[in-house]
């Protein structure tokens, strides 16, 4: 089906699924988050993602409705729920068709209106499946574009960068400003001008050989793709540097790429509308999706 919907349990169409407006997650964005995807139907890294919505939901101090195992159970239950009735999308990627991403929402659930999280009755937890809609086969041949926002992103003070929660309103602009360049991907940047990662997307550049990432300390969520790459980038025997990116030297790299659960390994060929190095997707790049490739591949 085209997508399906599980709110504490109860499985549900979207046209169903109702969420009260007393909610916070709605109200205030009080809520932790992970995105999984599948391969071959099966959840990829999902120990990973359900480590990452605990240590989210501990700096926040939600508590969460479900352990692991009922959290992968619900999932499992849900993706099941879920198969068949696929649209046709001739442009998708071979490796996406069929496949599935999963959403998995914690809230601290529904009370009476007040910042004070004490107001909270119950956490609530929601797991939504949707077919994936991952970039087109093209992108990973040609490459995508991204632009270097005008703003920096909102300050490190604002929400702790190492939990994954509902608060996305600066990431929203973000993106909105990129849309409006033509571009993939926002990349944003810290009030020293250095980028530190895209607005749902770790980032990657190649400079000489060396794959060179913004390191934790910049701020950044840990992203459980970005460090699948970083394994298989070690694995490959290519050396590999966690430091800083000035926005003003990314237009002197040799390649550059993003990583997400939905993009995966993703080339970026123009920056701010200029051509990344060759404009073409670079040798690294490919060597890297050529390994995450035979990680991920269907058995």
């Known amino acids: 089906m085209p997508a399906l919907v599980n709110i504490d349990g109860e499985l549900l169409a979207p046209a169903e699924a109702r969420v009260s407006v007393f909610d916070r997650g709605f109200l205030y964005g ?15 890294e999902l120990g990973a993602h359900l480590a990452r919505l605990a ?11 479900w352990d692991d195992r009922r959290v992968a159970a619900e ?15 001739p442009v998708a990627a071979p490796w996406n068709r069929g ?48 632009h270097v926002v005008g703003v920096p992103r909102a300050a490190p003070t604002a929400a702790d960068p190492s939990a994954k929660t509902g608060l996305h309103l600066p990431h929203v602009l973000a993106v909105r400003e990129a849309r409006l360049h033509g571009a993939e ?38 992203g459980v ?3 699948v790459v970083l394994r298989l980038a070690r694995a ?12 003003a030297d990314l237009g002197r790299v040799d390649e550059l790429f993003i990583t997400s659960t939905v993009r995966e390994i993703l080339p970026v060929t123009r920056l701010d509308g200029a051509p990344v190095g060759s404009g073409s997707v670079g040798p690294v790049t490919r060597l890297l999706l050529a390994a995450f490739r035979t990680l991920t591949a269907r058995p």
């Open 99 to 146: 496949e599935r991403t999963v959403r998995i929402v914690m809230t601290r659930g529904s009370g009476d209106l007040g910042l004070d999280p004490s107001l909270a009755a119950a956490p609530t937890a929601i797991v939504i499946v949707h077919p994936l809609a991952g970039p087109p086969e093209r992108a990973y041949r040609d490459g995508v574009a991204v």
């Open 55 to 65: 240590h989210s939901a501990g700096r926040i101090g939600l508590r969460l409705p």
């Open 30 to 44: 009080d809520s932790v988050y992970e995105v999984v995807r599948t391969y071959a139907g099966r959840p990829f």
């Open 236 to 247: 490959q025997g290519l050396r590999v540097e966690e430091t800083g990116l000035a926005a």
């Open 185 to 222: 991907e926002a990349l944003l940047t810290d009030g020293a001008g250095q980028v530190t990662e895209g607005a749902s997307s770790n980032l990657f550049a190649v400079r000489g050989g060396r794959v060179v990432t913004p390191s934790l300390g910049a701020g950044i969520l840990e």
């Open 225 to 227: 793709t970005r460090g």
């Open 75 to 89: 999932v499992a239950r849900t993706l099941e729920a879920s198969r068949g009735g696929d649209l046709p999308d």
